[in-house]
Structures are given as C-alpha cells and as structure tokens.
C-alpha cells in the first residue's frame, strides 16, 4: 500500500485493485463499491484530516448515537465521463449545500467545503477507471455523516464520522410502476424532517411501502400528512403530473425534499417552452383530470433513476391506468437531462462541473 502525504489529505492506495473482478455490464444498483473511500472524523469539536483509503468494513462501539438515535444523514450524486475521459460531476454545490442543511437539522455538524469537494476530487481521480464512458454509465457517489459518540444518553453526539464512499452504476430502468396515493401513513410532517436527507425518512417507508408491494404497486405516491389531499412526492423522487400540456409539481416545503433533479427539470421544461406550474397539486384535481382524459403523464424525479415515468395509480381503491403515449415529456426530459450531464450536449445552464 503507498501513501501520500499533504497537509491537506492522506491518501493510502490499494495494493491491487479489484476492477477486474467486476461485470461492468451486470451491476446492479448500489451494491459494488470501488477501490477506495474517503473518511473525515469530527473529534474534539473540530475535523480532522481527511483520508483516503481502501474500501473496507470498520469498528464503532455498540453505543454509538448513530445505532439509537439515528443521527444519519447523506446524499446522492452521480459523475460522469465524457468522450475525452474528463471527468463531470452535475451541481455538486446543491448537494453540498444540501448535506449541510440536513446536518443541521439533524443538530450534527456541517462538513467543511475542502473536506466534502476537494476529499470528493481526489477520490475520484484515484478511481477514475472506474467511471465507464457512455450513455447510461455513471458513477453514484455516496457521502453520509453518522454519530459515532459513544453512549446511549438520548442527546447529540460529540463525536461524527463523515464518509465518501463510490458505487458504479448502470441506467436502470424501473419497469411498470405503479404507485398507490397514500391515505393514512405519512413520508414527513410540518416541523419534521422531511426536507432533510437522513436515514429516518427512509426506514419510516419501508414499511407501508411493503403494504403497497403486496397488493401489487411498486411505490406509495406521499400526500401531505394533516390533510392527505395534496400529491407531495413518489416513493423517494419528486413528483410531475402532466395534464394537457401543462406539467406540475408542488412547491419544496418542510415536508418535501429540495431534489437537484426536480429543479433542473423544472428550468429544463420552460427552456423548451413547456408550461410548468409549481403549485400544491390536489389529489382531487388529478382524479378529474384522469376521468377526464386530460391526465397524460405522472412521473418521479432524482438522481437515481433519474426520470422514472408511472403507468397508473389507485386511490381509495379505484385503479386508474394513464394512456401510453409517444414521445413522452417524462422522456425527452429525460433524454435531454442524460445528454447534458454526459456531456454530450451543450450546457446552457452550466450546470455540469469537471472534475481536475
Ligand atoms: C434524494 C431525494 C429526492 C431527489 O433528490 P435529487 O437531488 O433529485 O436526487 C427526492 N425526494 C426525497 C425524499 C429524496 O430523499
């Protein structure tokens, strides 16, 4: 293993790296990581230098906070490789920023700058090889922060460890989903953490999730939770509903996650001269409009998957089916979204930032 050494980082490399090992055409999502990851600990009130090293399991005591009182958070962004192997990352400044609003929230403490974007370009310059030319093949990246502080007293921990760790990733594509809209559980609520990325909101859905699951839907469409009347987000994307030619979304709010792709469809959209509205959208208002026949597209959006397009829905036990069209919006976003992050489009927004 070699080490480098600067006043800002310390790198320890792999003696061999396991690329080889690895079916590039064959991942599926989120389960291979690469050579190495980055750590930065928070100790003593301050961070601490940032390493980087090989990907491997580690030791935290039984009592950590983050095991009792689940002071988690993280983020998800992806990098790209264009035609001449330089390397692109897609607003990385909104997940930094974001990170940092949930760390907050979460009463944890904000990682600095240098350490989440200089330790995030090191780490992928060192396993570059591991980001694959080409439409469809990115690289997802996945800082977290969890509490480390030891001792099962119910208060924050004083004691964190920030972690950057890489996983290369193939398009996917959902397949038919078809989500139920949610009439009793709730994703977040007003003065929750909903607009925070941490752990909790996802454990919260697994298990309705898995009730949506048996009875034949892929993903619960999240309502507001004191009224359950307004369309809020789709499993955990952003949700568009397409009536006419008018898309809609509802605003960000405590309840709803600022996503990074959901703002730049919605800039995206008016670019192209498609009509977007941000406004609450009504679980009434949707029933019409597919009762009606104006209700062509419903679909979620993030970094994941993407745009993932939804083939129909049921609410209070009625299953509506929207029609099949050509040429979706859902799809040419899409299409445009993916060109512009590989690089393989101008970008009008200069939203693309490369990695040196
Ligand atoms: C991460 C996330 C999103 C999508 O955000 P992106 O920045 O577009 O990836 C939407 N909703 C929830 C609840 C999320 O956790």
Redesign the pocket.
């Known amino acids: 293993m070699s080490t480098t050494q600067t006043d800002k980082i310390e790198i320890n490399k792999v003696a061999t790296s396991k690329i080889n090992e690895v079916d590039f055409e064959n991942l599926s999502f989120g389960s291979v990581f690469t050579d190495h990851l980055l750590e930065c600990d928070f100790k003593n009130g301050e961070w601490q230098k940032p390493v980087i090293k090989p990907y491997a399991p580690f030791l935290l005591d039984p009592s950590a906070r983050v095991f009792h009182y689940g002071q988690a958070i993280f983020e998800?962004m992806k990098a790209y490789k264009d035609e001449d192997d330089s390397i692109w990352l897609f607003r990385p400044d909104?997940?930094f920023r974001?990170f940092n609003s949930s760390a907050v929230r979460m009463a944890m403490p904000e990682v600095p700058e240098e350490v989440f974007m200089e330790g995030l370009n090191h780490l992928l310059k060192l396993d570059h090889e591991w980001i694959k030319k080409g439409l469809g093949n990115t690289l997802y990246i996945r800082p977290f922060l969890i509490a480390t502080g030891q001792g099962v007293v119910a208060n924050p921990s004083d004691d964190y460890k920030f972690m950057i760790i890489l996983s290369p990733a193939k398009a996917y594509y959902s397949g038919e989903v078809k989500v139920l809209i949610a009439e009793h559980y709730s994703?977040a609520a007003n003065g929750g953490i909903?607009a925070a990325?941490t752990a909790g909101?996802?454990a919260g859905q697994f298990y309705p999730t898995n009730l949506a699951n048996k009875e034949g839907f892929q993903q619960i469409i999240w309502t507001d939770d004191a009224t359950h009347t307004k369309l809020e987000?789709a499993g955990?994307?952003?949700v568009f509903f397409r009536i006419n030619d008018t898309l809609f979304t509802a605003p960000v709010s405590e309840r709803?996650?600022d996503?990074?792709?959901?703002k730049s469809l919605i800039d995206m959209a008016k670019k192209e001269g498609i009509n977007v509205e941000v406004r609450p959208v009504l679980v009434s208002e949707i029933i019409e409009a597919v009762k009606n026949g104006t209700l062509k597209e419903i679909f979620g959006?993030?970094?994941?998957a993407v745009v993932s397009p939804i083939s129909g829905f049921s609410y209070r036990n009625e299953y509506f089916e929207l029609p099949k069209i050509e040429n979706s919006i859902a799809s040419q976003l899409k299409d445009k979204l993916t060109n512009l992050q590989h690089k393989l489009t101008e970008d009008p927004f200069g939203w693309t930032v490369k990695v040196s």
């Open positions: 998800g909104e997940n974001r994703r909903g990325k909101n996802y987000e955990t994307m952003n709803i996650l996503g990074v792709t959901r959006a993030g970094t994941a």
